[in-house]
T-cell receptor, first 115, second 108 residues
Framework: EAQVTQNPRYLITVTGKKLTVTCSQN?????MSWYRQDPGLGLRQIYYSMNVEVTDKGDVPEGYKVSRKEKRNFPLILESPSPNQTSLYFC??????????????FGQGTRLTVV | SQQGEEDPQALSIQEGENATMNCSYK?????LQWYRQNSGRGLVHLIL?????REKHSGRLRVTLDTSKKSSSLLITASRAADTASYFC????????FGTGTRLTVIP
């Protein structure tokens, strides 16, 4: 089944404890991205990657890191999480550019709480 | 900003009625997409309309696009309880930008 898989689905952590949210897609997609969703703010893009070893900042990259060492994986790293990073996170992928026919495929989301 | 803005923020209708939600944007576009999000889940792509198209249908979905007004509408006909979700328009080519969505509730 074609899918984008995020892990974990739920995570509660403490301020300053490094964490990684994994994202993997099995569709051989070139493009992958991370969004966060907050009430009243909608979805905001954190980072995106157009291909292996190519990453770029989205609208809200502060406090996050990503890497794209393999085509299928695009982990999101929070080196020192803070409470304002409490949010619902989504990974998305697309065959080429997400604005083209076919659109983007989204993972099921990771609900992160930083206390 | 490239993001679209969906309107209304919330919409509640009876099962069987039609639901219409709108998207306004500020930049020029090549395509515009609509997505559905069930509560707390990932977005699901519904339909894409190109800038040279005025209307597009997919099952019970009808999308219109007016590039002169920089607006699009999504019509869901004969709504069902399972259509209860948030709906977003996605704008952009290299990246997709979304607004805050329209929360649709279909009452059985």
């Amino acid at each position: 089944e074609a899918q984008v898989t995020q892990n974990p689905r739920y995570l509660i952590t403490v301020t300053g404890k490094k964490l990684t949210v994994t994202c993997s897609q099995n569709m051989n997609h070139e493009y992958m991205s991370w969004y966060r969703q907050d009430p009243g703010l909608g979805l905001r893009q954190i980072y995106y990657s157009m291909n292996v070893e190519v990453t770029d900042k989205g609208d809200v990259p502060e406090g996050y890191k990503v890497s794209r060492k393999e085509k299928r994986n695009f982990p999101l790293i929070l080196e020192s999480p803070s409470p304002n990073q409490t949010s619902l996170y989504f990974c998305a992928s697309s065959l080429t550019l997400p604005g083209l026919p076919g659109g983007a495929f989204f993972g099921q989301g990771t609900r992160l709480t930083v206390v | 900003s490239q993001q679209g803005e969906e309107d209304p923020q919330a919409l509640s209708i009876q099962e069987g009625e039609n639901a219409t939600m709108n998207c306004s944007y500020k930049t020029s576009i090549n395509n515009l997409q609509w997505y559905r999000q069930n509560s707390g889940r990932g977005l699901v792509h519904l339909i894409l309309i190109r800038s040279n198209e005025r209307e597009k249908h997919s099952g019970r979905l009808r999308v219109t696009l007016d590039t002169s007004k920089k607006s699009s509408s999504l019509l869901i006909t004969a709504s069902r309880a399972a259509d209860t979700a948030s709906y977003f328009c996605g704008i952009g080519a290299n990246n997709l930008f979304f607004g805050t969505g329209t929360r649709l509730t279909v009452i059985p």
